[in-house]
């Protein structure tokens, strides 16, 4: 079985807002999503017909599975917002296309066909038609979608596939997941600029990797379902974007004005929480102090989440760039919420990556802490599962 996360063999991988808070920070470029235009409501562009001789096959289609958290208003149209979220098929046929519309910003896939992958990249405007950039042969083939940019760069909204006239379709065979693990933060768990190199950049995020973040290694470790659900530059006082974590952990897209999502449909079974970074950062670059109220808010947020999963375990993470390894600030107000919220909710528990890197995390680093993590998490009574081996 092709694991969601488990990547093989790639193909043609073109070379392309936490701040690292090193000599100088320098604050990030804001989202480039406009979430807005894309919420409930907005009207759809109208998809052009597929050309003839091919089979479209809609995104309402009831075979296709979708792991993540979408805008499922328009079940032909679904939106794919955040980072992680994956679309599958099985199907059989040399020939694969895929409809996008009403897309904004920059959105990046990994595509994977049986054991083969490469980068999809879906440009912003109307009705898309992009052929699939691995080569096919006939027979079944599994496809998975998977993307990799960030839900504040850019979404994108699928209306199906295209296939050769006598292809068919199947549902993809259930993914025998052990654990649902859902990771809330910033850029550090976006996994972004990862592929970068010497220098971070952010003009064309193909190079911001989620699929080779730490917490989509994590969750590959244990075979678990996976969800992502972080912005580059949040913070939970204060950050490099103009809202804060609580304002945007639960919503449909990454934008306090955002429908909320519901947390109902999907129930993890471990919440990580690595948050606290830009708060340090921003603060630094600004000549201000770090935020009074950080341990105040972020326990705060952290028992929102509770009330959203009562029985979820709750992991606490600090690390992976300077502040969450070198601020004192940032440590004792972390270390004083931690200390409270373990004193009054048993399935809350912590770990701090001793692993970190003066720039956004690369894929080695991320391939670090996710290493550190996975560890860790052996050795919890409430993990329940060893690691899968690699």
Not at 130 to 153: D, N, Q, Y
Not at 251 to 268: E, G
Request: one cysteine or more; proline letters at 8%; aromatic letters at 10%.
């Amino acid at each position: 079985m092709l694991h969601p996360f488990r990547f093989v063999r790639q193909v043609a991988l073109p070379a392309g807002l936490i701040l690292a808070w090193i000599s100088t920070a320098r604050p990030e470029p804001a989202p480039t999503t406009a979430a807005p235009t894309l919420l409930p409501g907005a009207p759809a562009p109208n998809s052009s017909q597929p050309p003839a001789g091919t089979h479209f096959v809609s995104a309402a289609d009831f075979r296709f599975r979708y792991e993540g958290r979408f805008d499922r208003t328009d079940l032909a149209a679904p939106v794919v917002v955040w980072q992680g979220s994956r679309i599958c098929l099985d199907f059989t046929g040399d020939q694969l296309a895929f409809r996008f519309d009403g897309l904004s910003g920059q959105n990046f896939f990994d595509v994977h066909v049986d054991d083969a992958q490469a980068v999809l990249a879906v440009p912003a405007g109307g009705d898309q038609r992009i052929a699939c950039p691995l080569p096919l042969t006939g027979g079944r083939h599994r496809l998975m979608l998977f993307k990799r940019s960030e839900a504040a760069a850019g979404t994108a909204r699928f209306r199906g596939i295209e296939l050769a006239p006598a292809a068919d379709i199947a549902a993809p065979a259930a993914p025998g997941y052990r654990l649902a693990m859902e990771f809330i933060g910033d850029s550090i768990t976006v996994g972004a600029c990862n592929e970068d190199g010497a220098a971070d950049q952010w003009e064309d995020r193909r190079t911001h990797n989620n699929a080779l973040s730490y917490g989509a290694m994590t969750a590959a470790a244990f075979n678990a379902d996976y969800r992502n659900i972080a912005v580059s530059g949040m913070g939970v006082v204060v950050g490099w974007v103009p809202f804060r974590a609580a304002e945007a952990w639960d919503r449909v897209y990454p934008d306090p004005k955002s429908p909320r999502a519901d947390l109902t449909a999907w129930r993890p079974d471990v919440v990580f929480v690595n948050l606290g970074e830009n708060d340090d950062s921003f603060t630094h670059a600004k000549g201000r102090p770090f935020p009074a109220t950080f341990s105040a808010e972020y326990i705060a947020l952290v028992r929102a989440i509770r009330h959203a999963d009562p029985a979820a375990e709750i992991v606490l993470l600090r690390g992976g760039m300077y502040g969450g390894a070198n601020s004192p600030a940032l440590r004792q107000a972390w270390e004083s919420a931690v200390a409270e919220l373990e004193r009054t909710d048993p399935k809350i528990a912590h770990s701090v990556f001793q692993h970190w890197s003066s720039s956004h995390p690369r894929v080695s680093d991320d391939r670090a802490m996710a290493d550190e993590l996975t560890a860790w998490l052996k050795h919890q009574p409430f993990i329940g599962v060893r690691p899968v081996s690699p």
